[in-house]
């Protein structure tokens, strides 16, 4: 089938557009740079400027992952107002893209598979988190509501949408290993404030499975936690990567640090949610990396 990318020269992206093209799958990919992009993704993928430029080329499915990096600065309304426009208004137009379609007498696409993140539940303390767990009320829930509201505006015109709410992204040449490997390759690694936040994380490969799972599984529809089934706390995650680093990791990070260093933005750091995958377990998705120590022995198997 024709696949539809926002992302698809990022850190999820690229991987995923190799496993669509060994699947024999063709890929339409949107760069606001189209020949970077080019060298980035596989032989024959079709790079253009903007959403709408499809339009003459109907696709049958679509993965929306593009949005600014929530981590990337501290928190100004400026910066908010950045992350919010980066992931609603490429989404606004992948749906115009719909409506136009179906409006033209055509079909729209079958299937929008659209990210949002962990931060959709907020800060939910130690209690377990699934896709029914009513979100606590902060930015990180607002920016995701607004994307994963906008997304479902494309069932109007007939394609099934699923959103994948995601945790920490490991493997190796990005996401948060890229930053996390340094420090604690020096031994210089630690626990953020008291620790006790947890952390859901997903092996790279697990999460490209999962969006390969709900293109092809045409009864999923709605949020789904991609995560691993098996979340740690900040303190247990720290323990892992030094222990699988043969390192120590004695030095936290205090809270009024980051508190003062980041802002608001810190709560990302200080906060979590004991997210499970529900309903993908239900759904018989197989993790290949269900723990910690085993995605992390994989990972750094091949440094």
């Known amino acids: 089938m024709r696949v539809l990318m926002t992302g698809g020269s990022g850190f999820v992206g690229q991987r995923l557009c190799q496993r669509l093209k060994e699947a024999g799958h063709r890929l339409q990919v949107v760069s606001r740079d189209p020949k970077d992009a080019k060298g980035q993704l596989p032989a024959g993928t079709d790079v253009r400027g903007s959403v709408l430029d499809f339009v003459d080329a109907p696709p049958d499915a679509i993965v929306n992952l593009a949005g600014e990096p ?30 136009q379609l179906k409006q033209s007498g055509g079909q729209a696409p079958r299937v929008m598979v659209s990210g949002s993140a962990m931060g959709y539940y ?7 988190v699934t896709e029914e767990t009513p979100p606590h009320d902060e930015f990180a829930h607002r920016l995701c509501k607004r994307w994963e509201d906008t997304a479902r505006e494309a069932a109007d015109f007939g394609t099934r949408v699923a959103l994948l709410r995601t945790g920490l992204v490991l493997d190796l040449g990005g996401g948060s290993l890229q930053k996390m490997l340094p420090p604690f390759k020096l031994g210089l690694g630690g626990r953020f404030g008291d620790g006790k936040q947890f952390m859901p994380w997903i092996h790279r490969e697990d999460l490209v499975r999962i969006i390969l799972f709900l293109l092809e599984h045409g009864d999923m529809e709605g949020p789904f936690n991609g995560s691993a089934p098996k979340p740690v706390t900040n303190a247990e995650f720290t323990r892992t990567l ?9 030095l936290p990070v205090p809270a009024i640090a980051l508190e003062t260093a980041f802002g608001e933005m810190a709560r990302l750091l200080l906060t979590g949610a004991d997210m499970r995958p529900r309903r993908l377990l239900d759904a018989g998705f197989e993790f290949r990396y269900p723990t910690l120590e085993e995605a992390l022995a994989e990972i750094l198997g091949r440094r």
């Open 70 to 99: 929530i981590a990337a600065r501290r928190w100004s309304d400026n910066q908010k107002k950045r992350l919010i426009d980066s992931r609603v208004n490429i989404t606004r137009d992948l749906v115009i893209l719909c409506e």
């Open 122 to 128: 907020g800060d939910q303390g130690d209690r377990e």
């Open 242 to 250: 030094a222990s699988q680093l043969h390192r120590p990791a004695v």
